[in-house]
């Protein structure tokens, strides 16, 4: 059977191939003996429990992150729509804030036209009353010079000056 590995001249014994292959069959008892594939199995198996560990904790590591990407979205959207609703706010607090300002002025040009209308108010009877009394004085003159020239003694001019003190008072 080993006969093809030993030529026609040389023994079995001094054929190099026949001594590597005694030497290979021992180094494979050898790995036996010392149960070398089973420290090889282990060694694999434990990567592949150590691979496997770690791609459990990759999942675990993703699926967190899905949560924490989750919660910061929910937030972003819960901080969105609370800005929403305060540019709502500020924009109602805004028109109200016209409103109020454009009753106030209107309030503020009623109070003004009151006070003008009041103000032309006095000035007219003012102006009436100075009127009046510069009629009265123009009266009291002309009637002056009227009872002069038909009065012309003494006696009817101290009548005259009492009538003239007199006349203001009574026409006012």
């Known amino acids: ?66 949560q924490i990407l989750a919660d910061y979205q929910r937030k972003a959207a819960t901080a969105e729509q609370e800005a929403g609703e305060i540019i709502k706010r500020a924009e109602e607090e805004a028109r109200a804030l016209a409103v109020e300002t454009r009753k106030s002025l209107q309030e503020s040009l009623e109070r003004r036209t009151r006070a003008a209308e009041e103000k032309i108010a006095r000035s007219e009877a003012q102006a009436v009353t100075e009127v009046r009394a510069a009629a009265v004085e123009q009266a009291v003159a002309a009637a002056e010079q009227i009872l002069k020239g038909r009065l012309g003694s003494k006696g009817s001019d101290d009548l005259i000056t009492g009538a003239i003190n007199d006349l203001p008072g009574r026409l006012n």
Not at 11 to 39: C, R
């Open 1 to 66: 059977m080993l006969t093809f590995l030993a030529s026609a001249d040389t023994p079995l014994l001094s054929n190099p191939e026949t001594w590597v292959g005694v030497a290979f069959l021992a180094f494979v008892a050898l790995m036996l003996y010392y149960g070398i594939p089973k420290l090889i199995g282990s060694a694999l198996d434990a990567r592949a429990d150590r691979i496997r560990k770690e791609l459990d904790e990759a999942r675990r590591l993703r699926e967190e992150a899905q």
